[in-house]
């Protein structure tokens, strides 16, 4: 029997994960909204994905946990950075981005950095490592698609500041919007592709709007019910550990 584990499904009935097709994800959602777990659905599936593979050529996985809580998991790995050192983890796929380029017959496995509470990381860094951090985010969004690296950010917000640049967030390939987080004229009117006078309607939990920055429309999309979430964090995990980092950082 083959397990569908794409985590969204459409009014219509069709699963969707997290394409190819689309380099860089955005998530965003209220305190409650579960965005975190459906971020860990969304990278299981791409585990999934390549489960297929020889172990050297799977999907590999950085992550940042800014509060320390929904990646408690994961706390034994060198790869998932936790509180003040979470913005270690996007220096660390930066030094990845360049050892690659630098590099053209090193591997190109696809790599995730995975960012929770992205506005949060950013924002309360001090000024020097913010901006440092805002350049490195830049160089992955703008660059990482061409040698294999991908971005999954969760946030409530991400306002222009946060980047660095409000061009940068044309950069997301896509962007799901949980509960009543897409219905927030500010949100709507700077994250999603929206014709003129359109507006997006709350949604109950579990459920959000879904958008593809190809020219679709926003969908309405449920999230699938996923009954064992500690095997998911088990190939989270694993993801985690598969990954050798060319160099450390301090």
């Known amino acids: 029997m083959v397990v569908d584990t794409r985590p969204l499904i459409t009014l219509s009935g069709q699963r969707i994960g997290w394409e190819r097709a689309i380099t860089h994800l955005l998530v965003l959602g209220q305190t409650g909204s579960g965005k ?7 990278l299981a599936d ?3 994905k390549t489960a297929h593979l020889p172990i050297d050529k799977r999907a590999l996985l950085v992550a940042c946990d800014p509060k320390s809580e929904d990646w408690l998991f994961a706390e034994n790995s060198p790869n998932c950075f936790f509180g003040d050192d979470s913005y270690k983890a ?6 990845e981005l360049l050892s690659r380029k630098s590099d053209k017959s090193k591997p190109r496995n ?8 992205l506005t949060s990381l950013v924002e309360t860094l001090p000024s020097k490592q913010k901006k440092e951090t805002q350049h490195q985010l830049k ?3 703008l660059q990482g698609r061409s040698i294999g690296i991908r971005l999954l950010c969760v946030s409530q917000d991400l306002m222009a500041e946060v980047l660095g640049n409000s061009s940068l967030r ?4 896509a962007v799901l919007g949980l509960g009543s987080i897409a219905s927030r004229s500010a949100i709507s009117s700077s994250i ?16 959000g709007w879904y958008q593809v920055f190809d020219g679709s429309p926003p969908i309405k999309v449920k999230v699938a019910n996923i009954r064992y979430i500690d095997k998911v964090q088990e190939v989270l995990l694993e993801m985690l550990n598969r990954y050798q980092p060319t160099e450390q950082v301090r």
Do not use: R, W
């Open 46 to 48: 791409i585990a999934h």
């Open 139 to 141: 160089i992955i969004l």
């Open 90 to 95: 996007i220096e660390l796929v930066y030094n």
């Open 110 to 117: 696809s790599l995730v950095l995975f960012c929770e509470e």
């Open 36 to 42: 975190s777990f459906i971020a860990q659905a969304i």
């Open 192 to 207: 999603f592709d929206l014709e003129l006078g359109q507006k997006l309607s709350t949604l109950p939990k579990k459920h």
């Open 170 to 173: 044309n950069q997301f390939g």
